[in-house]
């Protein structure tokens, strides 16, 4: 079974400041995991996804993420927030061998002038 | 320009009145699949379909139907909305090569639907 817990649902930020938003994941298989990005009144936009090549993937507009196995986690983070960085942040599971398509509950980022 | 098109991009409708939402991908992909998205509850998969003529339930199937009779096109039927039905409605596809589920989803603009 597979599983996905977006640890905060709402994260407020300074404009300039890092950003982390937290995922965690349960997956009995080899897990594949995106992060989705959803402007408002917009659809989802993938950030970035993890692919097994690497721990430290790099999406778009700065943004990263690191899987780590032994925490079953996947967080997501950015050095310094913009203005344009305010969205609400899907983590999503997949596995090898399944169709299926998990997504966490979201979490709504707001970055402070 | 690849893309999953959906239309209607926004619907009043009043209960019973049943009605399509269509769903089209330019992008010969295999499988495709509707979401709903309700706040605090992230998107919830509807139903799926891996490949034409092959179609299944998802986690909230009920009060919905689908079909997939050509590669292209994963139209979601409402027969009979209700209330409970209001939502943001995504429709997604997937690369043809389903065995690396590495793959991401593409999806729709969505479809805000309200029942009255």
């Known amino acids: 079974a597979q599983s996905v817990t977006q640890l905060d649902s709402h994260v407020s930020v300074s404009e300039g400041t890092p950003v982390l938003l937290r995922c965690n994941y349960s997956s009995s298989y080899s897990p594949s995991l995106f992060w989705y990005v959803q402007h408002p009144n917009k659809g989802l936009q993938l950030l970035l996804k993890y692919t097994s090549a690497a721990t430290l993937v790099k999406g778009i507009n700065g943004f990263e993420a690191e899987f780590k196995k032994s925490e079953t986690s996947f967080h997501l983070t950015k050095p310094s927030a913009h203005m344009s960085d305010a969205a609400e942040y899907f983590c999503?599971?997949?596995?090898?061998?399944?169709?299926?398509?998990?997504f966490g509950t979201g979490t709504r980022l707001k970055v402070l002038a | 320009e690849a893309q999953v098109t959906q239309n209607p991009r926004y619907l009043i409708t009043v209960t019973g009145k049943k009605l399509t939402v269509t769903c089209s991908q330019n992008?010969?992909?295999?499988?495709m699949s509707w979401y709903r998205q309700d706040p605090g509850l992230g998107l919830r998969q509807i139903y799926y379909?891996?490949?034409?003529?092959?179609?299944d339930k998802g986690d909230v199937p009920e009060g919905y139907k689908v079909s997939r009779k050509e590669k292209r096109n994963f139209p979601l039927i409402l027969e009979s909305p209700s209330p409970n039905q209001t939502s943001l409605y995504f429709c997604?596809?997937?690369?043809?090569?389903?065995?690396?589920?590495?793959?991401?989803?593409?999806f729709g603009p969505g479809t805000r639907l309200t029942v009255l």
């Open positions: 999503v599971v997949s596995g090898l061998g399944t169709y299926k398509y998990i």
């Open positions: 379909s891996m490949n034409v003529e092959v179609t």
């Open positions: 997604a596809s997937r690369n043809p090569l389903a065995e690396s589920s590495y793959n991401e989803q593409f």
């Open positions: 992008m010969n992909h295999e499988y």
